[in-house]
């Protein structure tokens, strides 16, 4: 009986968060009369109807969308992972003047809207001359953020400092050590962060609708929105492109679920 209350909890959140999905899957397979005329959980006639799908694949192509999205998405997490190592690196293995008031400034940075800063951003974005091109996006994303430093400190100071002594004595240099023992024993750490925020950058949208205006530069999620008009909204061909964009993060996220558990934990403890 106690445990009741645990696993009522548990349908309850698997509810809120699987009838959304269900919904946008039944309306991908109903066609635009059947999408007015019926209610949203209700199935559709015709579980084979793929018209929808072939209507998103085409209208929001979306191989293009793939393509531009995987380029920025490869180029931003490898910088990220380097510049967010290398960080963490320098903060847990050195000490240097002013090192707390960097963290803190780290936390200070963390709290600050993102949307606040948005009009000098593009300011800055646009002197650069980065407006329209992918650069625009990969120089923004390209960041790291304050999560993914904090990962990677707490799971720097689990690695003891005695490695990096040895490898001192034996001739070492602080950018070998770093190669050859840093990186390869942060691996979980790398591949929560790379988990963690390659979903968030699969996901973005405000980042390259406001950067990438050209159609040819169109990434999955400015896709969805080629169906949305002045005059209305074609929902179910949205709900198809939206089944289409949602599969590869699904089938990412269940196949590497385990390294996201793990890092975090490792991560989180010494």
């Known amino acids: 009986m106690r445990s009741a209350p645990r696993y009522v909890s548990l349908v309850l959140a698997s509810v809120i968060v699987l009838v959304p999905l269900v919904v946008v899957l039944f309306a991908a397979f109903k066609t635009h ?4 005329a019926t209610g949203p959980l209700t199935p559709p006639r015709n579980w084979f109807h793929l018209d929808n799908f072939a209507t998103a694949w085409s209208g929001g192509n979306m191989l293009r969308g793939f393509w531009n999205t995987t380029v920025i998405l490869v180029v931003s997490l490898t910088g990220t992972v380097f ?22 400034l780290f936390l200070v940075a963390a709290l600050v809207p993102g949307v606040t800063t948005q009009v000098a951003t593009y300011q ?3 002197s650069m001359g980065l407006v329209n091109t992918p650069w625009a996006a990969i120089v923004l994303f390209l960041g790291t953020d304050i999560v993914s430093i904090y990962i990677f400190i707490q799971f720097m100071q689990s690695i003891p400092a005695s490695l990096d002594q040895a490898a001192l004595i034996d001739g070492a240099g602080r950018l070998t050590i ?3 023992i840093i990186l390869p024993l942060m691996r ?16 973005e949208f405000y980042i390259p609708f406001l950067y990438l205006r050209s159609p040819e530069l169109n990434v999955i999620s400015t896709a969805l929105f080629r169906f949305k008009g002045p005059y209305g909204a074609q929902w179910e061909t ?3 492109c939206t089944m289409i964009v949602i599969l590869p993060t699904l089938v990412i996220f269940l196949l590497l679920q385990r390294f996201i558990y793990n890092g975090i934990t490792a991560g989180a403890t010494k």
């Open 33 to 36: 009369a059947e999408y007015n």
């Open 83 to 104: 510049v967010g190592t290398l960080a963490a690196y320098a903060i847990s293995r050195f000490s240097f003047a002013f090192k707390r008031l960097v963290l803190a």
């Open 124 to 126: 800055i974005v646009k």
């Open 178 to 180: 770093y190669r050859r």
């Open 188 to 203: 979980p750490a790398i591949a929560t962060v790379v988990i963690i925020k390659g979903i968030a950058i699969y996901n």
């Open 238 to 240: 949205i709900a198809a």
